[in-house]
């Protein structure tokens, strides 16, 4: 195996920002993001399909944009924008058998993904990556429901901000997390919030500010399975990719639809564990701490293929907040209202 | 009674007060124990011997050595299967103290490691898959 170092990284990253920000032809996008006033830029390259990386975060567009954004992604679209990259300075064979390119410093971050053709090589120190995609068109449909997911958490994996596989509803006065095994009605009892006053920070992934304790919503996206949308008639006319149902799951663009459901952070005040009891109100029971890992550590580390330390890190968050277990009931704005309620207690004692 | 260890690969444990959840990253399992599972696991930890977890346990639960013996050594068989814990030549420590509080149990319960496998999927990382030929192997560099 050849011995790799830190200066390929870097001296291909550089090379590869110079060789984008010259091609201004391609580009098809540039524009910052921000997240917990963390400015992200973005850059696409020979990315006809703009929107399939835009529409899960065009609600986090910054308003007053940075001249130096913290990281830029170039997502270069290889059937298009071939000869833009410098020529890769790995071999297969410097990939172990999970495509993590071996060699490289903790500082950096390097992946080739099979299944869907995609290497990302990340700098921290540099606040440079890139997403090389072998064709755009070929990514799976879903992955339009949470981009650069696996960068946004490479990139802020060491600081005090923690990715969740969970659901998110709150007021600016503080809100819960909403997690679950598949099946136990987390995306129910989330998607019953959107027409109540509780306002919608996720229903996948969030970020999680583990000293303040504040959540920050990631991506506008509510998504929910073809056999759920008879709950939730109102949101089929808003199903971006009807075609592809039932195979994946729907997705509706909040922010396109329903903006005023969004809210960009609140105070995390408890973790709720939904489970569908078939009665017709929504209960809370206490859950013990255990029960609440159970919920939230296996699909987050499952997800983002995370080291398995990361369970103390969800365990720390976890210690910090009263858990319960939500009953959801059939009829379902008693789901949100036992939220609300909950948070009004909470707020007033 | 053999050593045992803690696996250093992969296995991550969270301790509550009521109950201890492991992970098990290259088998894609996790775990819950409880009671007797906990005070187990928590001296395995440590590098505890065997025999001195069997007197532990006889202290702690007001047991005897022929109760305490083959429960544990039921409960080890369950974690060396589910790669928890491996043999080890060293003898472990003897004595490792705060782990639990020095009084005597409510009851001894038969040790049980709940296995949850609903995950596996999710959990353990996927080999990347062979390079298509009709792809030319992107994106790597060219062998000279």
């Known amino acids: ?349 | 009674m053999l050593n045992y260890t803690v696996n250093p690969q992969g296995i991550a444990s969270e301790h509550f007060q009521d109950e201890t959840i492991i992970l098990n990253l290259p088998k894609g399992n996790y775990y819950s124990l409880k009671g007797t599972g906990q005070f187990i696991w928590s001296h395995l930890e440590q590098n505890v011997s065997s025999d001195v977890i069997v007197e532990l346990l006889s202290k702690y639960y007001r047991i005897t050595h022929d109760v305490a013996e083959p429960a544990l050594e039921v409960f080890l068989n369950q974690l060396v299967e589910q790669e928890l814990i491996r043999e080890t030549d060293f003898s472990g420590v003897n004595s490792t103290p705060g782990i639990f509080p020095d009084k005597v149990a409510e009851s001894f319960t038969i040790p049980v490691l709940e296995v949850y496998t609903d995950m596996q999927e999710l959990l353990m990382l996927d080999p990347i898959h062979d390079a298509d030929p009709e792809k030319g192997g992107w994106p790597y560099k060219n062998n000279e």
């Open chain 1, 1 to 349: 195996m050849t011995v790799l170092i830190k200066n390929n990284v870097d001296s291909f990253l550089e090379e590869a920002a110079n060789r984008v920000e010259e091609t201004l032809v391609l580009q098809t996008f540039s524009s910052c993001f921000e997240w917990a006033n963390h400015q992200i830029r973005v850059v696409l390259v020979g990315v006809s399909d703009t929107d399939f990386f835009t529409d899960a975060i065009v609600h986090r567009l910054a308003a007053d944009i940075s001249t130096s954004p913290e990281l830029t992604i170039y997502v270069v679209d290889d059937s298009v924008a071939e000869k833009v990259l410098p020529e890769p300075f790995w071999k297969e064979n410097d990939l172990d058998i999970y495509g993590h390119l071996q060699g490289i410093t903790e500082d950096d971050f390097a992946e080739y993904s099979s299944f869907n053709q995609v290497f990302t090589i990340l700098s921290r120190k540099m606040g440079l990556c890139v997403v090389w995609v072998r064709n755009v068109a070929s990514l799976p449909e879903w992955e339009r429901s949470f981009p650069f997911r696996n960068v946004l958490y490479q990139w802020f994996k060491n600081s005090k901000y923690l990715f969740v596989h969970a659901g998110a509803v709150g007021n600016p006065h503080g809100g819960v997390l909403l997690t679950g095994k598949g099946g136990m009605g987390k995306s129910t009892a989330t998607l019953s919030c959107l027409d109540s006053a509780l306002k919608y920070a996720g229903d996948d992934f969030v970020m999680i500010d583990t000293e303040t304790l504040t959540v920050h919503c990631l991506y506008n996206v509510a998504k929910l399975e073809a056999s759920n949308l008879h709950r939730f008639p109102e949101l089929a006319p808003h199903v971006a990719n009807m075609q592809s149902l039932p195979q994946e799951k729907g997705q509706v663009f909040l922010h396109f639809c329903k903006p005023e459901s969004l809210i960009a952070q609140f105070s995390l005040k408890a973790i709720f564990l939904p489970r569908f009891t078939g009665q017709e109100t929504t209960v809370l029971r206490p859950a013990t701490r255990g029960e609440a890992l159970l919920a939230l550590a296996p699909s987050t580390i499952g997800l983002l293929k995370a080291d398995a330390q990361m369970m103390s890190r969800i365990a720390g968050l976890i210690q910090k907040l009263p858990c319960y277990w939500i009953e959801t009931g059939t009829l379902l704005d008693t789901i949100p209202a036992t939220i609300s309620t909950w948070l009004n207690i909470d707020s007033n004692g």
